[in-house]
């Protein structure tokens, strides 16, 4: 805090995180190796995402892929891609991932750190040129550094979580982030081949007008959930659905709006996935001040118990998110 301008806007993701691990001199920095780590996976999926479709049209491109992976859906690479990246920087132990079922050892025992993740998500938008995300969670393990990471430390709960954030593949590339403090988006440029510092301590506002969720489920929806959607319209709100969780939250984030992904009869749990969708989504959300909750409890108290559970997830400005709960609860 001594360098008030080094943390302003413009200044790269790498000097931001170097100057935040300052203001903690017991730090170690490994938890500012781990974010590089992730900063440099998303820019090698950013260069997948966009050269994805060229891939796909000339098998040649596909040749420069020395691994032989040219021809493997852009949702497994970038799997690898961050298997790799945190394989490679060494703080991480373990990994869990939507794209594996089983946890994933590094190899890095001596690791600090475990982290869940989508690699992808969005995958019915990723051969349509349309937004698609990767989501991360991080934890501190509580099994001893040295010993193989277990399911327990991925099993902490969503406020145990010391990071987490999301990448999306916009109309530009940008990583926003949080280590519970403030929540901080950065810009890629790909020119520069860094994450520059765009949108400094986000905050969403209280309320908003926008409403996202998918219309053809309308009908399986809790009746208080459907009235609440019929008032919005009734108010003329605007209905925004991409159909990837990261773009939907993002633009509700910065705008002001809510996101719905309630149980449906083919999802009867919800679709979404706890540990690498809501809590990371839900624990960004609180920081910026906003709601994230499941019914009407906030997703970051669920008591985790399986890797890939999934849960109904409304999340997005407080003043929208009360309102859908206390709807919901009046209703039978
Ligand atoms: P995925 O992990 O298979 O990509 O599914 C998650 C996605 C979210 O990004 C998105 O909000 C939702 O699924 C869309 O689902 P639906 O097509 O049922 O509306
Ligand atoms: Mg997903």
Redesign the pocket.
């Known amino acids: 805090n001594s360098h008030p301008l080094a943390l302003s806007v413009g200044v790269t993701l790498d000097r931001y995180i170097m100057h935040r691990q300052m203001a903690f001199p017991y730090a170690s920095g490994d938890l500012s190796q781990l974010l590089r780590d992730i900063a440099l996976a998303g820019k090698i999926i950013h260069r997948e995402v966009n050269r994805a479709g060229l891939i796909d049209l000339t098998g040649e491109m596909g040749v420069e892929n020395v691994q032989g992976e040219s021809q493997q859906k852009l949702d497994m690479i970038a799997d690898i891609r961050f298997y790799r990246a945190l394989r490679n920087g060494g703080e991480a132990c373990a990994i869990i991932s939507?794209e594996e079922e089983e946890i994933i050892h590094t190899g890095n025992d001596n690791g600090k750190y475990v982290v869940a993740i989508?690699p992808l998500?969005?995958?019915?938008n990723i051969d349509v040129n349309v937004s698609i995300g990767t989501i991360f969670s991080i934890y501190r393990r509580t099994t001893p550094v040295g010993s193989k990471a277990t399911l327990d430390d991925f099993m902490q709960g969503g406020r145990k979580q010391v990071a987490a954030g999301y990448i999306l593949y916009g109309s530009s590339t940008i990583m926003v982030y949080t280590t519970g403090h403030s929540v901080n988006g950065f810009t890629y440029d790909a020119s520069l081949g860094e994450f520059i510092l765009s949108h400094p301590d986000m905050r969403s506002p209280a309320d908003g007008q926008i409403y996202s969720y998918?219309d053809g489920y309308l009908p399986e929806f809790p009746d208080g959930v459907q009235h609440y959607l019929s008032e919005c319209r009734k108010r003329r709100y605007s209905a925004r659905y991409i159909?990837?969780?990261?773009a939907?939250f993002h633009r509700n984030l910065i705008k002001g709006g809510i996101y719905l992904?309630p149980a449906t009869k083919k999802n009867p749990e919800g679709?979404?996935r706890l540990l690498y969708?809501a809590y990371p989504l839900a624990f960004i959300a609180e920081r910026a001040g906003c709601l994230a909750v499941s019914q009407e409890h906030s997703i970051l108290d669920i008591d985790p118990v399986s890797l890939h559970q999934r849960t109904p997830l409304f999340i997005g400005s407080q003043t929208m998110v009360e309102e859908l709960v206390s709807t919901n609860s009046r209703q039978p």
Request: a negative charge; proline letters at 0%; glycine letters at 12%.
């Open positions: 939507e989508d998500d969005g995958s019915s998918n159909g990837s969780l990261v939907d992904y679709k979404l969708e």
